[in-house]
């Protein structure tokens, strides 16, 4: 294994224990964690086609067409027509998906703070310092 696979594996395994060890719990309200990362997705690039997210966010066409739905039904997003190609609709967030990713995300932090009580205070620091340079080298690629 040549240091890109070792570093691929590495990264795999951040993953799945951050998703075993600090997002194990739900989401809020009745909306997963899977949903509220749709709708922030949604929020953060806002207008783009329900394919575009699907892709972007590897959910399949099914599963982002239902959840589409339950958004739309919701009030959480809206459908627009493009101007330029009938055949195409963008998704917008609405204002209520806003203030109910906005909330979502409040809970989701509380409680994903909460998860991390178990550990000192240095080693809180020492995780800050280390997330923060793993973003910024990982915001490279």
Do not use: W
Request: proline share 1%.
């Amino acid at each position: 294994m040549d240091k890109r696979e070792k570093i691929a594996s590495k990264i795999m395994q951040i993953m799945r224990i951050h998703h075993k060890k600090v997002m194990h719990k739900g989401g809020h309200d009745g909306m997963s964690r899977h949903r509220m990362m749709v709708l922030g997705h949604i929020e953060k690039h806002n207008g783009l086609t329900m394919s575009c997210y699907g892709k972007e966010l590897m959910i399949s066409k099914p599963n982002m067409s239902n959840l589409i739905n339950t958004f739309y039904e919701q009030g959480f997003i809206e459908r627009i027509p493009d101007e330029n190609d009938r055949r195409v609709t963008k998704i917008c967030i609405t204002e209520k998906g806003k203030e109910e990713f906005k909330k979502g995300k409040k809970i989701v932090l509380k409680e994903m703070s909460k998860n991390l009580d178990e550990l000192t205070d240095d080693e809180i620091e020492e995780l800050n310092i280390h997330y923060d340079r793993i973003i910024e080298i990982m915001s490279k690629l």
